[in-house]
């Protein structure tokens, strides 16, 4: 059994990042500038546009952070993420979800000019990835394909099994899995609440993306041996044996799952660095107008 290190590999993708931003800058060129909204007081949402902040900060980029009470009206966060739109020193944005139930997300969403859509989840973006032209893709799933990459896992041909069909993670990962290339060419199933006999699916699988958000629901005895398991939950649990009270736990039982398995991510350490890394990448793109 191999540990795919996220951590390990984050760092070395941030590196790469950081050597380029570098040589532009010595170039004269244009800083990657990346703006966060962030809307009310979420403490997860808190930590993760941390991060994002950090991780800017660590590559060179610039970063701007425009935080916003959660009484904010539908109509004036449209407007505010029009006047981003409109500043051509910004080449990124992310509005942190999820916003107040007052705030419709899919609006917001299509109100970010595609171009600047590092998040990938702008209906032109999600379109161009599935019909394999260039685009911004969601992060999680493509830093998954980044240490599938990166570890020369094989994927052509095989079974891979995706639990989870969210928008972000679960049918961006399904698609990418099975376009053409390397990693690619596999053959995917997407399972979900409704799906039956999903240990039957689950033990034909080579590799297995759990992504349904349920603290370790994949158990030993759904995994073939010799699986390749990703698991990108990340759910904090109350703990007695942690200074703060909580861990974070996966979608996968790791502890018997990891001893069947060829490769098996860590939670934490394993699919999460990866995903702010993904983040970056497509900032950086976004300040080379590579995509668009
Ligand atoms: N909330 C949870 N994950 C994400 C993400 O990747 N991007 C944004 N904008 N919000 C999130």
Redesign the pocket.
């Known amino acids: 059994m191999e540990l795919i290190d996220g951590k390990k590999i984050a760092d070395a993708v941030k590196q790469e990042i950081a050597l380029e931003v570098e040589s532009i800058r010595v170039a004269g060129g244009k800083i990657p500038h990346l703006c966060a909204i962030l809307v009310g007081h979420d403490g997860a ?1 808190e930590t ?1 546009v941390g991060h994002k902040e950090k991780s800017c900060a660590q590559v060179g980029f610039k970063s701007t952070l425009l935080r916003f009470e959660d009484t904010i009206s539908e109509a004036d966060l449209l407007a505010e993420i029009i006047k981003v739109n409109d500043d051509d020193d910004i080449d990124g944005l ?5 916003l107040p139930k007052h705030i419709n997300e899919q609006k917001i969403i299509e109100a970010i000019n595609p171009k600047k859509d590092v ?1 990938g989840f702008h209906p032109i973006n999600v379109g161009r990835m599935v019909i394999g032209l260039p685009a911004y893709i969601s ?2 799933p493509d830093g998954i394909m980044e240490l599938l990459r990166r570890y020369s896992i094989p994927t052509a041909g095989k079974r891979c099994v995706v639990i989870g069909r969210s928008n ?1 993670v679960g049918r961006p990962m399904a698609n990418l899995l099975s376009h053409k290339g390397t990693p690619g060419d596999c053959t995917v199933t997407i399972c979900h609440s409704r799906t039956q006999n999903m240990k039957e699916v689950c033990l034909e699988a080579d590799i297995i993306v759990a992504a349904l958000g349920k603290p370790e629901f994949l158990t030993a005895d759904m995994v073939k041996e010799g699986a390749t398991v990703i698991d990108v939950g990340i759910t904090r649990v109350a703990s007695n044996k942690t200074k703060n009270g909580w861990k974070l736990v996966g979608d996968v039982k790791f502890d018997e799952v990891a001893p069947k398995c060829s490769f098996i991510t860590p939670v934490p350490g394993g699919v999460g660095p990866m ?1 702010i890394v993904s983040l970056m990448k497509n900032t950086l793109m976004a300040a080379k107008r590579e995509i668009y």
């Open positions: 949402s993760y992310i509005v942190q979800m999820p998040d992060a999680t972000i995903t």
